[in-house]
């Protein structure tokens, strides 16, 4: 199985994570305190790298993304993708617009940019967590 | 909050590349030697990132022909130009980058997590799943189209 590491498949705690998001410094930034919690972090620039990706075999626990992204699918597009061809992924949506309610059908977490970076983190564990029947690491 | 300010620690690289697959793998594999990695998705967004006060970047590793404003000559111009003292690697093939990527780690104090060639491989392999479910996809959607 291809995952996002060359190294042996991460441990659950270590769930692979799938940053979205077309603005570079906010997506560094997010990385980087993911990574910090002990993620393992591929990040994708838009929706199309975001595909493309998944389409290409890299392992993905949880896809956090934004909505308003340049390129062919948004992230509303990106979520209806992965429900469709990856449906144990889970998704945790940021924007700092209001989107359209059919997204909420999509994704397992919404926050509104600007957000705390230690907010979303707690969300991820605690989506993955549940995800895989594991208490919330405290 | 993470701090884009943390200068400490081993050094940066900024690798600048348009192909997801290869930033990716790169971007692994120097992380796998113990550098700390920014990824760059074209020449605009490493300017961004070397332009931001906070944010200190040691080597450029950048692709050559990308989409943008610029491509790699002409990052590794402005980076002459304005920011002396980073060094910049410049890969047009895939295997010019794994191959530069082992170099890069060779100089750190920890082992190459793998071969180059493992680089070049790993990137082919992901490019060629994607190309293939890219056109199962596109045969599920319009049958019997090309």
Redesign the interface.
């Given at each position: 199985m291809?995952t996002?590491?060359?190294?042996d498949e991460p441990a659950a705690k270590q769930a692979v994570v799938l940053v979205v998001e077309d603005e570079?410094?906010v997506?560094?930034?997010l990385?980087?305190?993911l990574r910090?919690h002990g993620y393992v972090v591929?990040?994708?620039?838009?929706g199309d790298?975001a595909v493309?990706?998944l389409?290409?075999?890299?392992h993905v626990g949880l896809v956090v993304t934004d909505v308003r992204m340049p390129g062919n699918i948004d992230g509303v597009g990106l979520a209806r993708f992965i429900r469709g061809e990856h449906p144990d992924i889970k998704i945790i949506m940021v924007s700092g617009h209001m989107t359209s309610p059919e997204a909420v059908n999509f994704v397992d977490g919404f926050l509104s940019k600007p957000y705390?970076?230690?907010l979303l983190v707690r969300n991820i564990e605690l989506i993955l967590a549940r995800s895989s029947g594991m208490d919330p690491v405290e | 909050?993470?701090s884009?300010a943390d200068n400490s620690g081993p050094e940066t690289v900024l690798v600048v590349e348009d192909e997801?697959?290869v930033?990716?793998?790169i971007?692994?594999?120097l992380r796998?030697c113990g550098y700390k990695v920014?990824?760059?998705?074209?020449a605009d967004?490493a300017l961004?990132?070397l332009q931001?006060d906070g944010i200190q970047i040691h080597v450029v590793f950048s692709d050559v022909e990308m989409p943008g404003s610029m491509d790699g000559f002409g990052l590794a111009k402005w980076i002459r130009a304005n920011r002396l003292g980073i060094d910049i690697i410049l890969a047009g093939t895939v295997p010019g980058a794994a191959s530069a990527a082992e170099k890069l780690c060779e100089a750190t104090h920890l082992p190459k997590?793998?071969e180059s060639q493992?680089v070049v491989e790993?990137i082919g392999?992901?490019?060629a799943?994607?190309s293939s479910?890219?056109e199962r996809?596109e045969t599920a959607v319009e049958p019997g189209a090309k």
């Open positions: 291809i996002a590491s060359p190294a570079v410094l997506r560094l930034m990385a980087d305190e910090e591929v990040e994708a620039a838009s790298e493309n990706l389409r290409g075999g890299v705390d970076l230690k | 909050m993470s884009l997801v697959f930033r990716m793998v971007s692994d594999y796998g920014i990824e760059a998705a074209d967004e961004m990132v931001h997590p793998y493992a790993r392999w992901l490019k799943l994607r479910r890219f996809s």
